[in-house]
């Protein structure tokens, strides 16, 4: 197996209220090569696929259940989107341009155990995401 990762793929509720959160609120670049059944974003070399969580669903051999989705929404899935930032200012910049974009905020920036910075928000379908500085080797990596 070539390990790598190419392309996350999200199942949103309202695929245009994602596109605008995601293109215009968080300034993210749509590919031209998306329709108006999903949306491919360059998210610096991964690819985040934005996709009818119903179509997502039914693509997978699955069923989307609405009650056990919204329980789902309030509850940890495992799994988070993160975003490493050049500067421990970045964390609060990014997290507000969230927000005013229409996330939820879930824990403002604050000092991390493991000497970073780091922050979270969930966006309008829950999916969450950290906004993180990372001072050490892992972090500065990870920047393009």
Known sequence: MDARINVVTLGV??????RRFYCEGLR????????????FIDAGGVVLALFSRKALAED???TD??????HARHRFSGVTISQNVAAKA??????????AAGAKLLQS????????????????????????????????????
Not at 65 to 70: P, Q, V
Not at 90 to 99: C, G, N, Q
């Open 28 to 39: 993210f670049h749509a590919s031209s090569a998306g329709n108006d059944d999903v949306v």
């Open 65 to 70: 259940d609405d009650d056990a989705a919204a």
């Open 109 to 144: 920036g604050h000092e991390a155990f493991w000497g970073g910075y780091t922050g979270y928000f969930a966006d309008p379908d829950g999916f969450r995401w950290e906004v993180a500085y990372n001072p050490g080797e892992i972090g500065q990596s990870v920047l393009p």
């Open 13 to 18: 509720r309202d695929l245009a209220r994602s």
């Open 90 to 99: 970045d964390v609060d910049r990014v997290l507000a341009e969230a927000v």
């Open 60 to 62: 997978a051999g699955l």
